[in-house]
């Protein structure tokens, strides 16, 4: 896996269909609860965004959004469930980077990670952190840095399954300063953050979705944040490259998902309602004090999400093949 890693360092440095329902079928959307999966655990950064902006759509849709969490297997078990579920615009899915990296990663899957899918819009692009248990003996980067690479074969670093964001920052880090650490997979970085805060696992790279909280109340250590400026949430907190990793720089985008044959008036109405959502002042205030933002609206469009996916596939799959890595 450390070749892999080094490839995604070098590129990151360098920057089941079912049938169509018919829309004279649909009188009218949505017309019942719609049910959003998060393809990882409860808790986590994904399931955070999720709920705010499942909340504020409902809202805009006067139907409730019910959030289900259904993760394992890198954030494919939830997927598949939505690849495979009726294409009326009622089952969704909110998921994030593993959907570039996941069609290359898996070559052996129950449904088509691409064509699968209707994309409806892309949500936000989220910061990550790297964080470790509070007794942790290093405050730097720098200082972590040397205890990584003194104490490797001891240390542990959790992760969301392979290719989850977890797990591709965590090359990225084992990369940079040339040391493999355990990996220690959970069904998402929620219950992986309990662990780490429990001081049962050593190291974990996460959205700031899930660690800003945690790193104000100095219940974890941080070291560095994955961007290339500070971030208003954690303005103490140093980037990587200045605490000596310029090349640890990632940033985990999302975006959400209809079945593929999803009337395409039903993906529109629900981009219209993602719109709304995203411009919603709650979320905007929740999202700023979790170390994020909403995309532009004009990339919360279907176009723009097929876009941007499509061209995330093709970044990451030379890197991928050229390491031979594969989830399988
Ligand atoms: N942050 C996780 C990841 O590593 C997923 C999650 O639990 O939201 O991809």
């Given at each position: 896996?450390?070749?892999?890693?080094?490839?995604?360092?070098?590129a990151l440095a360098?920057?089941t269909?079912?049938?169509?329902?018919?829309?004279?079928?649909?009188?009218?959307?949505?017309n019942?609860t719609?049910?959003?999966?998060?393809?990882?655990?409860?808790?986590?950064p994904?399931?955070?965004?999720?709920r705010?902006?499942?909340?504020?759509?409902?809202?805009?849709?006067?139907?409730?959004?019910?959030?289900e969490?259904?993760?394992g297997?890198?954030?494919?078990?939830?997927?598949q469930?939505?690849?495979?579920?009726?294409?009326?615009?009622?089952?969704?899915l909110?998921?994030?980077i593993?959907?570039?990296?996941?069609?290359?990663l898996y070559?052996?899957?129950?449904?088509?990670?691409?064509?699968?899918?209707?994309?409806?819009?892309?949500?936000?692009?989220?910061?990550?952190?790297?964080v470790?248990?509070?007794?942790?003996?290093?405050?730097?980067l720098a200082?972590?840095?040397?205890?990584?690479?003194?104490?490797?074969?001891?240390?542990?670093y959790?992760?969301?399954?392979i290719?989850a964001?977890s797990?591709?920052?965590?090359?990225?880090?084992?990369?940079?300063?040339?040391a493999?650490?355990?990996?220690?997979?959970?069904r998402?970085?929620?219950?992986?953050?309990q662990?780490?805060?429990?001081?049962?696992?050593?190291?974990?790279c996460?959205?700031t979705?899930?660690t800003?909280e945690?790193?104000?109340?100095?219940?974890?250590?941080?070291?560095?944040?994955?961007?290339?400026?500070?971030?208003?949430?954690?303005?103490n907190?140093?980037t990587?490259?200045?605490?000596?990793?310029?090349?640890?720089?990632?940033s985990?985008?999302?975006?959400?998902?209809?079945?593929?044959?999803?009337?395409?008036?039903?993906?529109?109405?629900?981009?219209?309602s993602l719109?709304?959502?995203?411009?919603?002042?709650?979320?905007?205030?929740r999202?700023?004090?979790?170390g994020?933002?909403?995309v532009?609206?004009?990339?919360?469009?279907?176009?723009?999400?097929?876009?941007?996916?499509?061209?995330?596939?093709?970044?990451w799959?030379p890197?991928?093949q050229?390491?031979?890595?594969?989830?399988?």
């Amino acid at each position: 896996m450390l070749r892999l890693a080094r490839r995604l360092l070098l590129a990151l440095a360098a920057g089941t269909a079912l049938s169509a329902v018919p829309a004279e079928a649909q009188p009218s959307f949505p017309n019942r609860t719609l049910t959003v999966i998060v393809p990882f655990a409860a808790g986590g950064p994904t399931d955070t965004v999720t709920r705010l902006v499942a909340e504020a759509m409902g809202r805009d849709l006067g139907q409730t959004m019910v959030v289900e969490n259904v993760g394992g297997a890198g954030g494919t078990l939830g997927a598949q469930r939505v690849a495979n579920a009726r294409p009326d615009g009622h089952t969704l899915l909110l998921h994030h980077i593993g959907m570039a990296t996941t069609p290359t990663l898996y070559r052996r899957l129950a449904y088509d990670p691409v064509g699968g899918f209707e994309p409806v819009g892309l949500v936000t692009e989220v910061p990550m952190t790297l964080v470790a248990r509070n007794n942790f003996p290093a405050t730097t980067l720098a200082e972590a840095v040397a205890i990584i690479r003194r104490d490797q074969d001891k240390l542990n670093y959790a992760n969301a399954g392979i290719g989850a964001a977890s797990h591709l920052c965590g090359l990225l880090l084992m990369s940079a300063v040339n040391a493999p650490m355990t990996t220690v997979p959970f069904r998402g970085t929620g219950p992986a953050m309990q662990e780490l805060l429990a001081g049962r696992i050593d190291l974990m790279c996460d959205q700031t979705t899930n660690t800003t909280e945690q790193i104000l109340g100095h219940q974890l250590k941080v070291f560095a944040v994955t961007t290339q400026s500070r971030i208003g949430a954690l303005p103490n907190v140093p980037t990587s490259a200045e605490g000596g990793l310029p090349a640890f720089e990632v940033s985990v985008w999302h975006g959400l998902y209809a079945p593929k044959a999803t009337p395409p008036e039903i993906v529109n109405r629900l981009s219209q309602s993602l719109q709304v959502a995203l411009r919603d002042p709650r979320l905007v205030a929740r999202f700023r004090e979790l170390g994020t933002e909403p995309v532009a609206q004009d990339r919360a469009t279907p176009a723009a999400h097929r876009a941007f996916w499509t061209a995330d596939i093709a970044k990451w799959r030379p890197i991928i093949q050229a390491a031979g890595q594969f989830a399988d």
